[in-house]
């Protein structure tokens, strides 16, 4: 069983930045795809980066994309998101997910079946 803990959320201005962690635990986090996913209210959720820790390899949604950052640290078994030029539209709740395999599409949500709870991120100035 893979469990995820998220943390690092708050409230920055527009232009600001803010990185959200996923803590990791469970047998094979290293064998799994790990994404970060953000729902705001009245909106579906969306992925907004994702990394295969294995291979290395991340992709980003076009609405983040040169502005967010996915990382893995392979020493504290930690998911990091950086990001960099908030936009208002940024502000979510934003959740860590974790899929066994998504199938060349790595913002698919229903790949992912292990979910932290979330952490808010509001973009207000």
């Known amino acids: 069983q893979v469990q995820l803990v998220e943390s690092g959320g708050g409230s920055v201005p527009p232009g600001g930045s803010l990185r959200v962690s996923c803590a990791t635990s469970?047998?094979?986090?290293?064998?799994?795809?790990f994404a970060w996913f953000r729902q705001a209210p009245g909106k579906e959720r969306e992925g907004v980066a994702a990394?295969?820790?294995?291979?290395?390899?991340?992709s980003y949604a076009d609405s983040v994309k040169d502005r967010f950052t996915i990382s893995w640290d392979s020493y504290q078994n930690m998911v990091h998101l950086q990001m960099d030029n908030l936009k208002g539209e940024d502000t979510a709740m934003y959740y860590c997910?974790?899929?066994?395999?998504?199938?060349?599409?790595?913002?698919?949500?229903?790949?992912?079946?292990?979910w932290g709870q979330g952490t808010q991120v509001l973009v207000s100035s």
């Open positions: 997910a974790a899929a066994r395999g998504v199938s060349g599409r790595p913002f698919d949500v229903l790949s992912y079946v292990f």
């Open positions: 990394i295969r820790p294995g291979g290395g390899r991340r």
């Open positions: 469970g047998v094979g986090a290293n064998n799994l795809y």
